[in-house]
């Protein structure tokens, strides 16, 4: 299941990709992040755990994460965890010197059948409305920043 998300952020790319590769912060600023830690780091690529918990659904996965500054684009990957599929993009898109997009692009899915059909739009909902919270909390953040 494909969900995108996007939203217009008062700051350059470089903040707002600042922003975003900071994944260890994400649970001061993102209410549904519990918890991320870095598990490993390699030049431009890096795998993290997280915890999130989407209205009372605890999530738990690993993710292998590369990140492109000369395009200000990061692609991540499920490594393991609860989902059979989890992968997409960050992307930040400049609008003007100092007004950009960020775009989330999550490519998803559970492999439970038998479920599927009755669950998947209640998960879709949550997730989509999910992305939604992460994009307004680096939004808050970077345009915080870009006024200190």
Do not use: H
Not at 46 to 70: C, H, M, N, T
Not at 94 to 108: A, E, I, P, Q, W
């Amino acid at each position: 299941m494909n969900l995108k998300e996007e939203i217009e952020i008062n700051a350059n790319q470089d903040t707002v990709f600042q922003v975003m590769l900071d994944l260890e912060r994400f649970p001061e600023f993102m209410e549904d992040v519990k918890r991320i830690t870095i598990l490993e780091k390699d030049g431009n690529r890096r795998v993290s755990e997280w915890e999130a918990e989407i209205d009372g659904l605890v999530f738990k996965w690993q993710e292998e994460d590369i990140y492109y500054p000369q395009d200000y684009k990061l692609t991540y990957k499920l490594i393991k965890g609860d989902l059979d599929k989890f992968e997409g993009y960050w992307e930040i898109i400049r609008l003007s010197d100092n007004k950009s997009k960020l775009v989330l692009f999550l490519d998803f899915d559970l492999n439970i059948p038998t479920l599927k059909s009755l669950i998947m739009p209640t998960i879709k909902f949550k997730v989509k409305k999910n992305l939604a919270l992460m994009l307004r909390a680096i939004k808050s953040r970077a345009e915080s920043l870009t006024l200190a």
